[in-house]
């Protein structure tokens, strides 16, 4: 059966920025492609579980299904030419998550995690979630404060140091690129292929 062309793709996915993990391909977006700067964040996805409102750090994780492997990738023109990020951040099958959903149960401190982000094999990014500026309770919290969380919410931690923006010389993403972002242990692996939006 032959692939789907990236149009076809995104037209499958119902316009989300949410996109599957390999084999679907991972779409630069056509309206990003002449800046060159589709960049990579390897992070934690956090999977809210069941409705959650003004909810305290004490009491957050009761409201935590579990936890998956992200890539938040992000258009870094777009995302420096303005003050809110948000629009780099949403283009349509920019943000692979998968390839499981792990417990909380399985993982009782999500801190103890080391996550890693790697383009073509190579490690460009490496850490142990112990290294996020705000805890995962605390980010469930502030999250939901004033506004409803309904069960399947995925909230994505950050990402390390080592962004294809910051490198030097910098390092973007192009057709063809496969990068993983490894979460161990537990979550394992998530893969994807980079392909141009046609």
Do not use: H
């Amino acid at each position: 059966m032959p692939r789907k062309s990236s149009s076809q793709y995104l037209r499958s996915q119902r316009y989300s920025s949410l996109a599957d993990p390999w084999p679907a391909p991972t779409i630069i977006p056509k309206f990003t492609l002449a800046d060159d700067c589709a960049d990579y964040e390897a992070e934690l996805a956090v999977v809210i579980g069941k409705e959650c409102k003004n909810v305290s750090e004490a009491d957050a994780m009761d409201y935590v299904l579990g936890y998956t492997a992200a890539n938040d990738v992000s258009s870094r023109k777009s995302q420096f030419s303005q003050t809110q990020w948000c629009f780099s951040k949403g283009f349509d099958g920019s943000c692979p998550l998968g390839p499981v959903l792990v417990s909380k149960a399985a993982v009782p401190d999500p801190s103890k995690l080391k996550l890693r982000g790697m383009k073509n094999g190579r490690v460009l990014q490496e850490c142990g979630l112990d290294d996020l500026i705000f805890s995962v309770e605390k980010v469930v919290s502030f999250c939901s404060q004033g506004t409803t969380l309904p069960p399947g919410t995925v909230i994505i931690t950050g990402t390390p140091a080592g962004v294809g923006v910051s490198r030097k010389p910098q390092e973007f993403l192009r057709d063809g690129d496969r990068f993983a972002v490894e979460i161990m242990p537990y979550i394992g692996t998530l893969m994807t292929e980079f392909v141009n939006e046609t």
